[in-house]
Structures are given as C-alpha cells and as structure tokens.
C-alpha cells in the first residue's frame, strides 16, 4: 500500500518513509497525520517483519530515508527485521526509529543495543501524533544527512 501525502512546491528531494505496522488504525492515523504538513515523501506500509523485508530487499535505487518500525509486532518483534537491516551492507545505514506503545527502559536499551536511531513512545492524542510526525519528518527527511 503507498499513499502519496502532499507536495511541496520546487522540492527536488525524493523521499521515502516507510512504515512497519500491524495496526490498520495505527497507519491510517499516522498517514493523516503526516498528510497535515503536506510534505510530498511517500509513505509505505508494510504489516509485519517479512512483509517489511520483503519490501527492503527488493532492487531499488535507494533504501528509504526513514524507516519507522514498531517493536511489538502480532507475529514477530520488530527487532528481528531491525537486526536483519542492520546486518545488510546496502540497508545498513538507513536511519530506523522505534515508533511503538512500549516505555519499557528494557524495550528501549535493546532497540538501542541493535542499531535503532530513535526510540518514540506513540502518543495517544491524534493533536500529539500531528506534532510527533512533524518533528520526525522536519527532522529525519529536512535536517539529516545521510551518506551517499
């Protein structure tokens, strides 16, 4: 599933998000979300860990600028596919945050331990999902680098 959100007007930058979410409601709250700021990345959603591998080990010219995973998954961990894209020379470096209901310091130190760039509790306003998609994309997609 890929929904184009928005446009900026003279953006030369592609970017790509892409979402591992096994919650429907969950994915259509953040692309509304993301859509309040207009930016034109495309969001992609996958439901699961191999569905989300899936997706990253296709052939493509770039991996995505942001990859948003959440940790406790129906049938997997998210750590299991954090592990398997920090463990791939062509995905390695792709920026991943930790986007999940969990405040567990455990949670948080393990995420850390195997490669995650962020760790951020999902809040459970929508006004507050609004703000956090925000702050997330001004800075994932506008301030970072990445190498090339």
């Not at 892409?18 to 692309?31: I, P, Q, Y």
């Not at 062509?90 to 962020?118: F, K, M, Q, W």
Request: proline fraction near 3%; hydrophobic fraction near 40%.
């Amino acid at each position: 599933m890929c929904l184009l959100l928005g446009q900026r007007s003279g953006s030369t930058v592609s970017h790509h998000i892409l979402l591992v979410e096994d919650s429907h409601g969950t994915c259509e709250l953040f692309a509304e979300a993301l859509a309040v700021h207009r930016f034109d990345e495309v969001l992609h959603i996958e439901h699961g860990v191999e569905s989300g591998w899936e997706f990253l080990s296709r052939e493509y010219t770039s991996p995505p600028t942001l990859i948003l995973l959440d940790l406790k998954l129906r049938n997997s961990s998210g750590l299991a596919l954090l592990r398997r894209v920090r463990a791939d020379a062509r995905l390695g470096l792709a920026p991943i945050v930790i986007l999940t209901t969990s405040d567990d310091t455990s949670d948080t130190a393990e995420a850390y331990a195997n490669g995650a760039n962020g760790y951020v509790v999902k809040p459970g306003v929508f006004t507050e999902l609004v703000r956090l998609t925000g702050d997330l994309c001004r800075f994932w997609l506008g301030w970072n680098r990445l190498p090339s």
